[in-house]
């Protein structure tokens, strides 16, 4: 019970159901999941290990939110790491995977069209997913997974989102990525992608924190 309880809430804290600095009760989890509070206790230890909750003594559980730091580092592993990919693609991408990344483009596309965030925003996951499926290397994406799961991509993803033409700045610097991608230019495209992951940093602290330094 207790895997299971981990996996269902932390799914949820990275799909932003559970948002930063919010409370989880033992009691109330216990009855959700129809356990005691003796499995719930030891999945939000793992979840703490996992660094998706903070336990504080007398006060509760909370869902661990960000400070400046952390998205600052996390942004700049972020950074190495899909531009990375990026550069792979465009050198190693078969035809296929560009093909899909044409398709994905043309969805977000539509979605930005109709400003519908929370369709571009799972669109734009699944085409950064494709990125990594076109760099071929199977120790970049377990990277990658560990990163996302620390970061929360969907949760901050949905902060950012929020701030006004941030998709259609966002589709502008995608497409760069996937022209460069297209092109066989793995400079062009790493640099592409560090830009956009970069400008995701600035617009995020610019929501967080109210400036984009």
């Given amino acids: 019970m207790k895997d299971e309880i981990v996996r269902s809430l932390q799914e949820r804290i990275i799909s ?5 600095g919010e409370k989880l009760s033992e009691q109330r989890l216990a009855r959700e999941f129809g356990v005691s509070r003796q499995p719930v ?3 939000l230890k793992a979840l703490e290990i996992a660094s998706l909750v903070t336990i504080e003594r007398r006060r509760g559980t909370f869902v661990r939110g960000f400070t400046r730091t952390d998205v600052t580092n996390l942004y700049e ?5 899909e531009g990375m990919a ?6 190693r991408g078969s035809k296929d995977v560009i093909v899909e990344l044409e398709d994905m483009m043309q969805l977000m596309k539509h979605f930005v069209e109709v400003q519908d965030v929370e369709q571009y925003l799972a669109s734009d996951e699944a085409l950064h997913r494709l990125i990594f499926v076109g760099a071929n290397n199977d120790r970049l994406v377990e990277h990658y997974n560990l ?10 993803g949905r902060i950012v989102g929020r701030r006004a033409g941030r998709i259609n700045r966002s589709y502008l610097e995608v497409s760069a990525i996937v022209q460069a991608i297209r092109d066989g230019d793995g400079d062009r495209a790493e640099s592409a992608m560090r830009i956009h992951v970069q400008s995701g940093r600035k617009e995020l602290t610019g929501s967080l924190y109210g400036d984009t330094d």
Wanted: hydrophobic content about 50%; glycine content about 6%; charged content about 30%.
């Fill in 41 to 43: 206790r030891e999945a």
């Fill in 77 to 81: 592993v972020r950074e190495g790491i």
């Fill in 16 to 20: 932003g159901d559970l948002e930063p």
């Fill in 147 to 156: 990163l996302i799961l620390h970061i929360q991509r969907q949760a901050l």
């Fill in 86 to 91: 990026a550069r792979l693609c465009a050198i």
